[in-house]
């Protein structure tokens, strides 16, 4: 993962591109609605053109709210939106915007996108921070935990070894999602659908064939949704 500078000095142009880029990958087209969207104020939009500096958070609470890549973001450099991702992970930064960050746990624990297999353990990694107000926009904070995946199966839109942002409150299946799943004592990451006596695990990588979970009889009894996925991101090494 690449670190933005925690206080970069801009060509005025170079700042006016940034927020240029900011506005697209938020479809805005004024500084007020810039301002709304991120949750700051106009007055804090018009400073960063006056200092041709841009705060690293903006660009982080930008990338989190629409999946669009932070380097691009920032730099104008790479494209616009990483094809294997939904979304970066994002580098943690001071909060100078009107928003509050949430710590979301990250579980030791690792779901499959492949083999099957579950490594389970009631320890903790750490987290990651969001923001507040993107967290109540996808779902209840309070029920979210972030866990890693193990497999190849649902590259090229997840890849091993990223992490995924679960809300273990959405547990309906609504067609065509992703949700962490779990069957007998295997845990899964798979786009779902849902037909009579059935489930329908679906993975994105084409060397797997969807899964058919017969869920009459004891099957009712060992499948289960864990909760459905908000969000994903990556480490570079």
Known sequence: MVPLPTSPRMSGEDAAECLSRLMRALEVTTDAELARALGITPQSV???RKRREVPPAWVQA?????????HWLFFGRGPARLPEAGADELPSFPADCESELVTIPLAEARLSAGTGSLEVSAAREGGYAFRSDFLRRKGNPRRMVLMRVSGDSMVPEIYDNDVVLLDQGQKEITPGRLYAVGFEDAIYIKRVDKLPGKIILHSAN???????LDLRGDGADQFRVIGRVLWSGREYR
Do not use: D, K, R
């Open 206 to 212: 084409p060397a797997y064939p969807p899964l058919s």
């Open 62 to 70: 930008c990338a989190a709210q629409t999946g669009v890549n932070a």
């Open 46 to 48: 018009n400073g960063a």
